[in-house]
């Protein structure tokens, strides 16, 4: 188990740098060339920066087109430089990036971990909509409160504008007739 261990990260590593070397040859857009052409110069490149040949073609030829192979370039870090062309995100240029990156000696998710990791996302979705609808069911009840309270506040200063008024009426017809009866007093 430890050798087979230890010869998928040699695998890996190697594959995952003459990858590089082939992203790099592919950004440059080379006219004229097939993709023989390219690979030619993706191993020129690996042969000058690593000291030694690439020979894992019948590995990388396997797993170029497998899926979980493809997600797993996808998911590699790259250093992107302003001003550069742009590089498949699949792939790091970067020589220095290259050697100092840790092989991910994890496997890939298989079909079991793909749904566990699936139903786990919905279940978050599925609480994140029933918090989200708390919050939206406690905002409307907050919005209805204010406006109720609006109400209430709008009412109490009508009563206290009525009482005022008729306030106003009775000491108005209080001071009449004190009027008349003054008026009558003189009289």
């Known amino acids: 188990m430890g050798s087979l261990t230890n010869r998928w990260s ?4 190697a594959t995952n740098k003459f990858c590089g070397f082939l992203a790099q ?3 440059m857009h080379p006219s004229g060339t097939n993709e023989q052409d390219k690979i030619d110069k993706a191993k020129a490149l690996y042969r000058s920066t690593q000291k030694n040949n690439y020979n894992l073609d019948h590995c990388w030829n396997l797993l170029r087109h497998q899926p979980k192979w493809q997600v797993h370039m996808d998911n590699l870090p790259t250093k992107r430089k302003t001003g550069c062309p742009t590089v498949p995100a699949a792939i790091a240029i970067d020589v220095e990036e290259n050697e100092s990156m840790s ?3 994890e496997r890939l998710l298989g079909k079991k971990s793909e749904k566990q990791w699936e139903r786990k996302r919905k279940h978050e979705e599925s609480c994140n909509s029933q918090f989200d609808e708390k919050l939206s069911n406690m905002e409307a009840d907050r919005r209805i409160m204010m406006i109720e309270r ?18 106003k009426k009775k000491m108005e017809m209080e001071v009449m007739m004190l009027n008349v009866d003054n008026m009558n007093a003189v009289q």
């Not at 040699?10 to 590593?13: L, P």
């Not at 009563?159 to 008729?166: Q, T």
């Open 10 to 13: 040699t695998i890996q590593k």
């Open 25 to 27: 040859v592919e950004s």
């Open 103 to 105: 092989t991910n000696l």
């Open 150 to 167: 609006r109400e209430t506040a709008m009412k109490v200063e009508k009563d206290r504008a009525e009482i005022i008024s008729l306030k």
